[in-house]
Nanobody
């Protein structure tokens, strides 16, 4: 499966962005999906994950209540709605696909190219 992330950009603190991750090559419903991020000089960090049907979601503590992951298996697309953005959310955001639901990046075999989110104070 090939993944294409989009929707990043520059936003002021308190603003919102919606990231999209479009899949091609295989149907998205075959995969658990996750969003990860990597800030400059920091390690890759789990952000959110969603199960095959969307029945289960998980978030890292720092985004709980502000970010929402969702999926549309008909459109073959996963979304990350990000509200109340803060400067510490600045990072390159990556979508990923895997076969096992979880938070570890090792569970995800396929990765998109990343989209940059910059939050100004």
């Amino acid at each position: 499966v090939q993944l294409q992330a989009s929707g990043g950009g520059l936003v002021q603190a308190g603003g919102s962005l919606r990231l999209s991750c479009a899949a091609s090559g295989r149907t998205l419903s075959s995969y658990v999906m996750g969003w990860f991020r990597q800030a400059p000089g920091k390690e890759r960090e789990f952000v959110a994950s969603i199960s095959y049907t969307g029945a289960h979601t998980a978030y890292t503590d720092s985004v709980e209540g502000r970010f929402t992951i969702s999926r549309d298996n008909i459109k073959n697309t996963v979304y990350l709605q990000m509200n109340s953005l803060q400067p510490e959310d600045t990072a390159v955001y990556y979508c990923a696909a895997g076969l096992t639901y979880g938070r570890s990046y090792r569970l995800y075999s396929y990765w998109g190219q990343g989209t940059l989110v910059t939050v100004s104070s």
